[in-house]
């Protein structure tokens, strides 16, 4: 899992709240209203994307096995069924699934990491709380994303995202990038070889040796850290020294 920095109980525990959040706020929403955050999707693009999404992972989680799972249709509900009705009924199988699954469970998973069931509740509180943060922007006003989820969504950002080739950013950047959370002190230095490659690197070790040259810094809460990261919103709400250029290569999303 890399350097993940909660567990099973702390992943259910966002999705417990993220999930109704994401759901009072579509629900109030006309079902055509643009999502600001997300260009060209409407709130029922964004209902369907985390409903096909949920719809997927309960495809293939409890399986047992760690080869990728057959391609099928999702991101529809059945004939008949309404969107948020979908919505619901896959919220809902998706907690009752995770929390009786064992995060040690072999399970496929597209990160160069662990292929282990505990990836899919991880990956899972992160998806629903910036979906919920864009569902709640498209009515205006956004809550943050809660501190201590915020600093495990950067770290998945560096730590599953990136060396997964799931990078946005240009790929050619060079040097060594230092994030820090005001509110969480906790900081990461991660070093760009161009090419999309990239390290996560030990800070304490880092510190000790000679070869520690920041060429941009980046301090923020952990919610904006993570949103800047994803394209939420821009890396001007950081306070930033350095080359800013140098953090477009961290985005994804």
Known sequence: MGRSLGNKDFWLASLRADGPAFRSAVAEAPIDAPVPSCPEWTVKHLIG?????????????????????ERRDYGRPPAGTGLLDWWDDRFAALLTTLDG??????????????????????????????????????????????AKLAVDGVAEVL?????????????????????????????????????????????DTLLDSDEYHERAVARGTASDLLLALYGRVGFDVLEITGDERLLEALRTG
């Open 49 to 69: 994307h985390l409903a096909g999404v949920y719809d997927f992972v309960l495809g293939h989680v409890e399986r047992g096995v760690t080869t990728a799972p």
């Open 101 to 146: 699954l064992d995060p040690e469970l072999p399970a496929w998973n597209w990160a160069p990491q662990a292929k282990k069931a505990g990836f899919w509740h991880r990956r899972m509180a992160h998806e629903t709380a910036v979906h919920r943060w864009d569902a709640q922007f498209s009515l205006v006003s956004a809550e943050p994303i809660e």
């Open 159 to 203: 730590d599953t995202w990136l060396p997964a080739g799931r990078g946005t950013g240009p790929r050619t950047a060079h040097g060594i990038v230092a994030l820090s959370a005001s509110d969480a002190e906790h900081e990461w230095h991660v070093r760009l070889r161009g090419q999309g490659g990239l390290a996560l690197l030990d800070t």
